[in-house]
Nanobody, 116 residues
Framework: QAQLVESGGGLVQAGGSLRLSCAAS????????MGWFRQAPGREREFVAS????????RYADSVKGRFTISRDNAKNTVYLQMNSLKPEDTAVYYC?????????WGQGTQVTVSS
């Protein structure tokens, strides 16, 4: 059974940095596109970033381009999200996602709070 476990969230001041990690198990990690989504209170879950199974293609939401970097370590079955120059509007629960055709898995989420 596939499982995604996020870590690395916390409270940080505006302008600071955090690195989120997502450890995957129970799936063939190198076959999956890995991504990060976030959901702020009262808002829909939104796409943040993704990195393809081939580790070649990356995509970012316009709101995080130039500040966030997604990477993956296929040897460790782990995907990361390096978040720099954080803003209060980045405050949300961040979710890890693994996607392959009709298979779609989610982690439990990790809270990121950016204070002004």
């Amino acid at each position: 059974q596939a499982q995604l476990v996020e870590s690395g969230g916390g409270l940080v001041q505006a302008g600071g940095s955090l690195r989120l990690s997502c450890a995957a198990s129970g799936l063939t990690f190198t076959s999956y596109t890995m991504g990060w989504f976030r959901q702020a209170p009262g808002r829909e879950r939104e796409f943040v970033a993704s990195r393809s199974w081939s580790d070649i293609t990356t995509r970012y939401a316009d709101s995080v381009k130039g500040r966030f970097t997604i990477s993956r370590d296929n040897a460790k079955n782990t995907v990361y999200l390096q978040m720099n120059s954080l803003k209060p509007e980045d405050t949300a629960v961040y979710y890890c996602n693994a996607r392959l055709r009709s298979s779609n898995y989610w982690g439990q989420g990790t809270q990121v709070t950016v204070s002004s």
